[in-house]
């Protein structure tokens, strides 16, 4: 019986998943019903020991060979939908591509894959609450009497997919598609109507609309992260959800234009520094400048400058100076620069300076925390920003925006994990 098998010199490795639960009917025997075997890209040496080679699968496959190796779970949905629709033996995992079948090989890649697992197990979650509210419901009101309790009605929960799921599970029936779009032409016909007559009802319902695009975002944003996107990728997604980029400020800043060529002259590329992005504040109108890394790019050298003390990578120190001297161009070629973007009411008086790179997870100990707080608390003019730390100011938003003012004037916030904090593509 062969559980795993590595292949140094295609780059990968594979899995055949088993059933290898003792107390199964099919002890031993496949694990799914038509997908045999499992191909992923990996660099692992042939005489690796088993548990290292288990340690590199990435997340959504399960790691422990006495449940059986192959996906978690909750993608079994996935594996069933391949034998369903198609006469596939293997699901091979790649770099990149749509997902698509080639003879016995049903191929997807890890970005679809990670969004896909990423979404299923906050559909689990939200799932799972719905029941449990509907169960706490039944057996408050059943006992209330005896208790002397007054009865209580079910909460649905705030988001409109924890509300379906929770009708679902107390024996409602949700809207389907057409009833979703004539529900939502009504409320696009009727709006101003509607604001005018119960103003507090229609600052909830854009509230629980800003919610589920929040949520979006924050889950698209967690599947890039694990994706491993190059800098280009981010440059196109931060363009497109400008928003999660207007969160560094800490004011209101307006979008002004990206990809800037900064400098005299012509319109030409030539010559010019290219600027990220261009922001400016919404009320001075002071100019902003972002300039974005990858997520991938280290923070701090590996080794120590000296005892406790440790120096930022050469990338992150030639960005701060790359996006300072673009502050300073902008300065000394306002004017010509102006030309080049679609809105030239943007002064440069004092071009505030972000650069957006790396992770903070990379921080593992004290001392590189320390040092690298050294470093960007101390920079003029220039503010250091991890993809991280934005994911986490999204989920805080997140939150706030859930927090309910409850009947006698608590606030309620939502549960953490229901608020997609484990920030997405527009």
Not at 162 to 176: D, F, H, I, R, Y
Request: charged letters at 25%; aromatic letters at 6%; hydrophobic letters at 40%.
């Amino acid at each position: 019986m062969k559980l795993i098998e590595v292949n140094p010199a295609e780059g990968n490795l594979t899995l055949y998943p088993t059933d290898t639960r003792p107390r199964s009917g099919s002890f031993l025997g496949p694990k799914y019903s038509k997908i045999r075997s499992l191909v992923i890209p990996a660099d692992v040496a042939s005489d690796a020991e088993l548990a290292d080679i288990l340690d590199t699968l990435p997340p959504g496959f399960t790691t422990d060979y006495e449940y059986g190796l192959g996906l978690t779970r909750h993608c079994d949905v996935l594996v069933d939908l391949i034998e369903e629709s198609t006469d596939c033996t293997v699901i091979e995992f790649v770099s990149s591509g749509d997902p698509r079948v080639i003879k016995h090989k049903f191929l997807i890649s890890f970005t679809r894959f990670n969004a896909l697992r990423t979404e299923l197990n906050r559909i689990k979650n939200r799932g799972d609450r719905g029941i449990r509210r509907v169960k706490e419901t039944h057996v408050h009101n059943d006992l209330a009497g005896a208790l002397g309790l007054k009865p209580r009605r079910l909460s649905l929960g705030l988001l409109e997919t924890s509300k379906w799921m929770t009708k679902v599970a107390a024996g409602e029936e949700p809207l389907n598609d057409e009833e979703q779009d004539a529900l939502l032409r009504a409320t696009a016909k009727n709006a101003a109507q509607i604001a005018s007559r119960a103003p507090e009802k229609m600052a909830r319902l854009q509230r629980n609309i800003n919610l589920v695009n929040l949520e979006h975002l924050v889950a698209t944003y967690e599947a890039a992260l694990d994706a491993q996107h190059n800098e280009n990728w981010w440059q196109q997604f931060f363009e497109e959800n400008i928003f999660a980029l207007q969160l560094l400020f800490g004011g209101p800043t307006v979008f002004v234009d990206a990809q800037v060529p900064i400098g005299e002259g012509s319109n030409a590329v030539k010559g010019k520094k290219i600027a990220d992005y261009l922001l400016k504040n919404a009320l001075t109108n002071n100019a902003a400048l972002v300039e974005i890394k990858k997520p991938s790019t280290k923070l701090m050298r590996k080794k120590p400058y000296r005892e406790g003390v440790y120096g930022v990578q050469s990338e992150i120190a030639e960005a701060v100076t790359q996006v300072l001297d673009q502050a300073l161009q902008l300065t000394r070629h306002e004017m010509a620069t102006k030309q080049r973007t679609g809105d030239t009411s943007w002064t440069s008086n004092v071009p505030r300076c972000f650069v957006v790179a790396g992770l903070a997870t990379e921080l593992d100990t004290d001392d590189k925390k320390k040092s690298f707080d050294l470093y960007r608390e101390h920079l003029s003019n220039v503010r250091i920003v991890t993809y991280d730390e934005v994911l986490g100011q999204l989920g805080t938003l997140h939150d706030f925006l859930a927090a309910e003012k409850s009947i006698d004037g608590n606030i309620v916030g939502r549960d953490p994990a229901e608020s997609g904090q484990t920030l997405g593509a527009s």
